[in-house]
């Protein structure tokens, strides 16, 4: 697995706060946008691709499990 | 009539019978004098109590103003944390605090259907300590604990059912006015400290409010007694089956009582909750139908989180939860109001006996609204995660929670309530700033930590030897010293000298049993601490210089800037 699962973000409570206020104030198809951009920059930051198959599978995968 | 009616709706069925106190004429109401005291204190909850012994003990004369005649009802705090039971052993109540409390670690953390925790974390990551990362004990007793220890300081009192009714702040001495059953009387003092609870009579009097109050959902809050063999873990749970799409919590507390708490939505109707069939339903839901219990106590509170602008308005200095106000799952409460106390009662010694500038005082300010802010940003982010405001904020929480379930990063996001920590005082004006290399870990402004040491053939704890005067911490490879060490401080700011070692058998020094003091601390051999009467790291250096550490000690008690 190349994916990096322990945490890597120094604040995690700092993120997830700044991550929730983005959003606040915006319509859900607002919020799907900026989550859709926010994911394609990220992804293009990654830019390994077996690094970010490796998040595609696992999601797929999860949401196969819920139903 | 219970005491805290105001905060929580209270459905009382069987309850621990209080202490009641008994209301003594106070000799101005016949006099009509004016009596003086150095230091007033309006209010008796923990926060007052424990700012009178914390005076008395530095000689300081007060008189505690409480509006009851008995202690904490209700269901109020239960987490006491390690900094507060390591300033509670300097004060003296944390013996009886470890004997009748119960002591965690660990919380754990449910989501859904799930039986097993999707994430478990431990608060003690320093081990061999003195306490414990928590115990969990009703504020009632921690209450009585303080009042137990009146009688051997005569420097203080507690005046009950003494009613704070109005404040004249003055720029030379405050003048109250306290109501009484036998009539109305004033008294003067140098400084007030009002710690008359989240509602604050002397804040209203002095026309000062509460700023960025958030308000939270509302909390079913039930005490209730039973003999039930679940861990003495925090265990909380995300959208469980016995409460949809809410949370709960349930605790052990002293006395086979357990907190249990559920989150209840903000659309609800208050009496329909407060029922006692609904009331009955929703714990038989949690516990299964065959347990028996009795309720001890029950409540449903709505929270806030805010903070007064400021704490000290001139000879008034406000503490505990009139100066600040979070919601209880981060246990911020107390445990931030006794880091109040610690940080005060020093600092009114130190003015009161003219050793140091009144403006002293100010530095209160510029360190418990640091502490403070951190405990309502820390209490508010947690409910948020707890009662996600938005659609798309849900979704992140149950994304969060789900991916827990197989990831280390995504536990670290989940946020179940961050419990309170000892504030470190960066930024602070009394700090000196680091001019060697050192590690963070006990830089200018933090705790000192705990750690197991060897004193004259006897094991003994590190932070006794600390606290309550300002104390300099020489590491020593051999045992030798420099002379002049014992050069600093003066007659009104003495500073006690500790020498720690590494090896031998330390004699009268401190033998740093496990090595933890020269780890934590980042010693070697020469590297001196100038520790403040609350524990907190003043300055450090590499080589003991007397100039430095007496300019330190200086800006620490505000003689130079
Ligand atoms: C459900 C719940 C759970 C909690 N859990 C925790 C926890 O686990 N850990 C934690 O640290 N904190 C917790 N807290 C918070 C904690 O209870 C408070 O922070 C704490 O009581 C504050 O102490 P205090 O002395 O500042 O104020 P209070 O305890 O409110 O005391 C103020 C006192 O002033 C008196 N008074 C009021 N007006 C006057 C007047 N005019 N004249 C004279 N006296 C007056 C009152 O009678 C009272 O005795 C919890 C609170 C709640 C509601």
Redesign the interface.
């Known amino acids: 697995m190349s994916l990096?699962?322990?945490?890597?973000?120094a604040d995690?409570?700092d993120f997830?706060?700044r991550?929730?206020e983005l959003?606040?104030g915006?319509t859900?198809e607002q919020?799907h946008k900026v989550?859709a951009k926010v994911i394609l920059m990220l992804a293009n930051h990654v830019g390994d691709t077996d690094v970010l198959y490796e998040v595609l599978d696992?999601v797929e995968k999860?949401l196969g499990s819920d139903v | 009539m219970a005491k805290y009616g105001d905060i929580g709706k209270a459905r009382q069925t069987s309850r621990q019978a209080r202490r009641i106190y008994d209301f003594v004429k106070p000799p101005e109401i016949d006099s009509g004098a004016i009596t003086h005291f150095p230091v007033v204190i309006a209010g008796g909850g923990p926060i007052g109590l424990a700012s009178a012994i914390d005076l008395a003990r530095y000689g300081i004369r007060s008189v505690v103003l409480e509006k009851y005649n008995t202690v904490s009802d209700g269901s109020r705090a239960i987490c006491w944390a390690k900094r507060t039971l390591e300033i509670l052993d300097r004060i003296g109540t944390s013996g009886r605090m470890m004997e009748k409390g119960v002591v965690w670690n660990q919380g754990w953390v449910y989501f859904g259907e799930e039986t097993e925790p999707v994430y478990k974390f431990d608060l003690l990551p320093d081990k061999e300590q003195k306490f414990p990362a928590f115990i969990n004990l009703q504020q009632f007793y921690a209450e009585e604990y303080l009042i137990d220890l009146f009688p051997q300081y005569p420097q203080t009192g507690i005046r009950w059912q003494n009613e704070l009714t109005d404040v004249v702040n003055d720029t030379d001495k405050v003048i109250v006015t306290v109501n009484t059953p036998a009539g109305e009387y004033r008294l003067s003092c140098d400084y007030l400290i009002a710690a008359d609870g989240h509602r604050s009579p002397a804040r209203e009097a002095l026309g000062l409010d509460f700023i960025g109050r958030v308000f939270e959902d509302n909390f079913l809050i039930a005490d209730v007694r039973m003999k039930a063999d679940f861990p003495a873990i925090r265990r909380f749970w995300f959208d469980p089956p016995f409460n949809p799409g809410q949370t709960s919590l349930i605790h052990k507390q002293a006395d086979d009582v357990w907190r249990i708490d559920f989150q209840m939505g903000w659309d609800i109707d208050r009496e329909e909750v407060m029922k006692e069939e609904n009331i009955d339903a929703k714990i038989r839901a949690f516990l299964g139908s065959d347990l028996e219990f009795e309720y001890e106590w029950v409540s449903l509170y709505t929270f806030k989180c805010c903070r007064m602008e400021k704490f000290v308005h001139g000879r008034t200095i406000f503490a505990g939860d009139s100066a600040h106000l979070v919601s209880p799952f981060g246990a911020r409460g107390a445990n931030g109001g006794l880091q109040d106390v610690d940080n005060l009662a020093w600092k009114l010694h130190l003015v009161l006996t003219g050793a140091a500038p009144p403006h002293l005082i100010n530095s209160y300010d510029d360190e418990r609204i640091l502490g403070a802010e951190e405990n309502v940003m820390?209490s508010s982010?947690s409910t948020?995660?707890m009662t996600?405001k938005?659609?798309?904020?849900l979704a992140?929480r149950n994304a969060?929670l789900?991916l827990a379930k197989?990831?280390?990063?995504a536990r670290?996001?989940v946020?179940p309530g961050?419990l309170s920590t000892p504030s470190v005082l960066d930024g602070s004006p009394l700090n000196t700033p680091d001019e060697d290399e050192f590690s963070d870990r006990q830089r200018p402004g933090a705790p000192c930590l705990d750690a197991p040491v060897y004193i004259n053939g006897a094991d003994a704890w590190f932070l006794n030897q600390l606290g309550s005067r300002f104390v300099g911490i020489y590491f020593s490879g051999d045992g030798s010293a420099p002379a002049e060490l014992d050069a600093v401080g003066s007659g009104q700011i003495p500073v006690d000298t500790l020498i720690v070692t590494e090896a031998g058998n330390g004699g009268k020094h401190i033998l740093d049993k496990n090595g933890l003091l020269h780890r934590h601390y980042d010693a070697r051999p020469g590297t001196y601490y100038l520790v403040r009467p609350d524990q907190h790291v003043a300055g450090r250096w590499r080589k003991f210089n007397r100039v430095k550490v007496t300019n330190a000690l200086a800006r620490a008690t505000g003689l130079a800037g």
């Open positions: 990096r699962t322990e945490l890597g973000v995690p409570d997830y706060a991550l929730i959003h606040e915006l859900t919020s989550n696992y999860d | 820390n982010r948020d995660f996600p938005s659609e798309v904020s992140f969060t789900e197989d990831f280390e990063f670290r996001f946020n961050r």
